[in-house]
């Protein structure tokens, strides 16, 4: 599975992206994907994630209400909408993919990793 993430880019606080992350195929193991962030100097974070079967999505309580995470599953994609976005949102967004998990918010969980694509917010 390859991931490839897209969408990132420099807005101003209050602006609005769209991320998208598609895989190169997915199997019928692949139960979860999931977006993390990063920002320099911090650990990988998780901010939302939706099982691949029913649609069922997580959020990150720091994202809930301004995040939105969807899939299209005949492209085999998934959607971050992030607005509202603050100067704290800053990161390399990844998404990933997960298989079998017990808790879907540690990147450990997760077997597959796109490259990231940046997003930078100015105050």
């Known amino acids: 599975v390859q991931l490839q993430a897209c969408g990132g880019g420099l807005v101003q606080a209050g602006d609005s992206l769209k991320l998208a992350c598609t895989a190169s195929?997915?199997?019928?193991?692949?139960?979860?994907m999931g977006w993390f962030r990063q920002a320099p100097g911090t650990e990988r974070e998780f901010v939302a994630g939706?099982?691949?079967?029913?649609?069922?999505?997580y959020y990150a309580e720091s994202v809930k209400g301004r995040f939105t995470i969807s899939r299209d599953s005949a492209e085999n994609t998934v959607y971050l909408q992030v607005n509202s976005l603050k100067p704290e949102d800053t990161a390399v967004y990844y998404c990933?993919?997960?298989?079998?998990?017990?808790?879907?918010?540690?990147?450990?969980?997760?077997?597959?990793w796109g490259q990231g694509t940046q997003v930078t917010v100015s105050s």
């Open positions: 195929r997915l199997t019928t193991s692949t139960n979860l």
């Open positions: 990933a993919a997960a298989e079998h998990y017990h808790d879907h918010t540690i990147p450990a969980s997760y077997h597959y």
């Open positions: 939706i099982r691949w079967r029913d649609g069922f999505r």
